[in-house]
């Protein structure tokens, strides 16, 4: 168990690794890098002085080399100019003095995320306030889908082509179809227009950033909640059918145990095996339901810095975006491998 | 004039959409009408939830291709009518000519384009894209899928650490890295399709070579022949106004002008690209486990005995035989894209602006929702239908494919 767990970090960091690399690549070739350049300084620099800008700023050199700066192996960026010396360890301008004592490497190893050209402040400090936001969000999306997808699927599995059954089924269909854009809108449209009339929720989000309550986070909630459920539920309803048909269970009732008693305390712990891998699976795409609604909805979360970093070509703090997105991807596969041979003593023991 | 009442609207968008509903009726017909003779796809006209799910992917398919065709639409979708802003459904058009059809019959959006026309004519854009990209996406993780299952070892090990790493990536962020304009103007999407594009004339000549290798007369004549029309229409898809890649840093020349017969403006070829790119990996993981599976079956075992060679094996044995998994997927997959395609639309990238796509127009009437209502929800009830369909069709498929 050790040496796996070993084994997936290894594979884990080298994928972190590959795949930081690949936005790095992205964000550094050089149209990017003169957008960058135009926004940060004037619309209407010629060639060379966009060169000059990015030479001036850290942009130049060669990939790699840029790269093994911002991990923190490489020594950072120093460039003396009539205004001081400016580089990639230092803030501003500094004089001799300071540039001697600043730190010769300041990359990610080291703990120094970087500068975010859009915001205007450090990498770090922006995804941990926006990553609260959307931790928040989170959270309130797994206490709704989880238990009422398992429900939902135990429910629909138990008696196998009943009524139930079917429209149950149906409904988690009708949810895996509807992309977060679009129940948001029809949400939206239902219940908080002025034309329908409802008005029972609030369209945007941003005052649930300070002050959540049911009325202004229930709608962005439900609408990443909605999309997962349905496939979550069909995976809980097929592994229930395939449990509720097993030996021990016909044994179990030929024995006379009430049907309550049998899904409750035969069925249900062995019908939760695989709907627990889904659910651990589906993080990747929560974080995508996760920038959509925060888009929707005007939330400004961990979701939101993406699409602005995006946008803006803010280099370090997609890479620090995608660090973490990464992270969460692969970790979420970790514990669902680890919850997988623990929760299945058939392949614990071989 | 009057505004139309509901009952009104309906009947007229009913009446538009006759082409389609004859159509329907003539397919739906000849299918149950032959339906034993048409193996799995007429099986699914014994499921009802099939037919409840085909029927609504025939009907956007239908209407799309009418669509393209002028012939379902009441007004051009990018023309804006001066007075039709945010106009509710069934609105008159104002200062409307003999020539124009009387009504909004959906009513304008934000820059007075006609709601009804634009929703017609996003169909279109999905038709032509979604089915497309799927079939891409599968000749790429068929072709990847089927050794590094059968082989294993360094092969398997190597490219399923690929495909995993692509899955890590959030959707998201790689539309957002690769559908820029900026990215275009570098050439990767370009380079992307010459790889990507490259699989099918794989898939194909193996497919080919390994079926008639015992019989060279035949093989000598098929092979060049179908192998050459390929790969004429691969350097069409790729080539671009006589140039594979055409940068201000740099060019690689292609195909010349005088054979290239169509080209693909680089907005759509990005969009193509990284949906298929974004799709293969989940194929290629599904093909690998299906041929882990099937390769300890004993009908392979005797091929193998029989001296087959690999190739063979894997695309004549293996793959006929999970096709039933695969079909299942594929339909799963198109109705992915359609919500991939509607994705890059709602947050702007890759098509133009006035793209009169599902996803654009969603994003469009977002901003106006708590007001005006019609612009926006009618693509998201279109959007929702099809990908819905899809996925009742693809029930349907496994629950019958299940049966024999």
């Known amino acids: ?350 | 004039m009057e505004p139309l009442s509901t009952f009104e609207i309906a009947g007229r968008i009913i009446y538009q959409l006759s082409p389609v509903w004859f159509s329907l009726v003539i397919l739906y017909a000849a299918s149950i009408g032959f339906k034993r003779r048409l193996g799995l796809y007429g099986k699914l006209f014994d499921s009802p939830i099939g037919m409840i799910g085909f029927g609504l992917v025939m009907f956007w398919v239908f209407t799309g291709i009418y669509g393209a065709m002028d012939m379902i639409i009441t007004h051009d979708p990018l023309v804006q009518v001066s007075g039709m802003k945010n106009k509710v459904p069934g609105t008159p058009m104002n200062g409307a000519t003999e020539a124009d059809y009387p009504y909004y019959l959906l009513g304008g959006d934000n820059l007075a384009r006609d709601v009804f026309s634009r929703l017609v004519k996003g169909a279109w854009e999905v038709i032509k894209i979604a089915p497309m990209a799927a079939v891409f996406a599968f000749m790429v993780g068929i072709t990847l899928g089927l050794p590094a299952g059968y082989y294993g070892g360094r092969l398997d090990t190597t490219l399923s650490f690929a495909a995993n790493l692509i899955l890590a990536f959030p959707v998201i962020l790689l539309f957002y890295l690769l559908v820029t304009p900026e990215i275009v103007a570098t050439g990767v999407p370009n380079y992307m399709a010459i790889v990507l594009f490259i699989f099918p004339i794989i898939f194909v000549g193996v497919l080919l070579n390994s079926r008639y290798y015992t019989r060279p007369k035949v093989r000598n004549l098929v092979l060049p022949l179908v192998l050459g029309i390929i790969i004429w229409f691969y350097l069409q898809l790729v080539s671009n106004g006589g140039y594979l890649i055409n940068t201000p840093a740099y060019s690689i020349p292609g195909l010349p002008r005088v054979m290239d017969m169509f080209d693909i403006p680089g907005g759509i070829l990005v969009v193509f690209v990284s949906v298929v790119f974004v799709n293969s990996p989940t194929v290629f993981r599904i093909v690998r486990g299906l041929t882990l599976d099937i390769k300890t079956r004993d009908y392979v075992a005797a091929a193998q005995t029989r001296g087959e060679g690999p190739w063979y094996i894997m695309l004549w044995e293996i793959l006929p035989n999970a096709r039933g998994p695969l079909i299942v997927d594929f339909c799963l997959r198109i109705g992915y894209t359609t919500i991939l395609l509607g994705t890059l639309g709602f947050f702007g990238l890759g098509l133009p602006p006035e793209s009169p796509d599902w996803g654009s127009t969603i994003n469009d009437g977002r901003k106006l929702l708590s007001i005006y209502l019609h612009p926006a929800l009618p693509p998201a009830f279109a959007l929702l239908t099809l990908v819905l369909g899809l996925n009742l069709l693809a029930d349907g498929l496994r629950e019958e494919s299940l049966k024999d």
């Not at chain 1, 690399?21 to 209407?44: C, D, H, M, S, W």
């Open chain 1, 1 to 350: 168990m050790g040496l796996f767990i070993l084994r997936r970090s290894g594979v884990m960091l080298l994928t972190a690794l590959c795949l930081t690399f690949i936005v790095f690549f992205l964000t550094n070739l050089y149209p990017n890098l003169e957008k960058l350049a135009k926004t940060q300084g004037n619309f209407r620099m010629s060639d060379e002085a966009v060169a000059s800008w990015l030479d001036a700023n850290g942009y130049g050199g060669s990939m790699v080399s840029k790269y093994g700066q911002w991990l923190g192996v490489l020594p950072g960026w120093t460039r003396e100019s009539e205004k001081g010396f400016t580089g990639r360890c230092m803030t501003g301008a500094v004089s001799a003095e300071e540039a001697a004592e600043a730190p010769t490497f300041c990359g990610i190893l080291q703990g120094d995320w970087g500068y975010s050209t859009r915001f205007k402040d450090e990498v770090s400090t922006i995804i941990a306030e926006r990553l609260g936001n959307t931790g928040r969000l989170m959270f309130w999306v797994l206490v709704l889908m989880v238990p009422s997808a398992l429900i939902i699927g135990v429910l629909a599995g138990m008696r196998e082509g009943s009524v139930t059954d079917r429209s149950l089924s149906t409904a988690s269909i009708l949810t895996t179809a509807t992309p977060e854009y679009v129940s948001g809108v029809i949400f939206i449209a239902v219940f908080t227009s002025s034309t329908v009339g409802l008005k029972w929720f609030k369209g945007t989000a941003t005052s649930a950033m300070d002050n959540p309550n049911f009325e202004n986070f229930f709608l962005p909630v439900l609408t990443i909640a909605l999309y997962g459920m349905g496939y979550i539920a069909r995976m809980t309803r097929a592994s229930m059918t395939e449990v509720m048909t097993a030996q021990y269970i016909r044994t179990a009732r030929l024995k006379g145990v009430s049907f309550h008693n049998i899904v409750l305390k035969h069925a249900l712990r062995n019908a939760l095996i695989a709907p627990f891998t889904v659910i651990m699976l589906q993080f990747p795409w929560l974080l995508n339901g996760v920038v959509i609604v925060e888009t929707l909805f005007n939330y400004k979360g961990f979701g939101w810095i993406l699409v602005e970093a995006a946008g803006n070509n803010d280099i370090e703090l997609l890479l620090a975006v995608s660090v973490v997105s990464v992270f969460v991807v692969l970790v979420t596969q970790l514990i669902s491998d680890i919850g997988y041979v623990y929760l299945n003593p058939r392949i614990r023991i071989s």
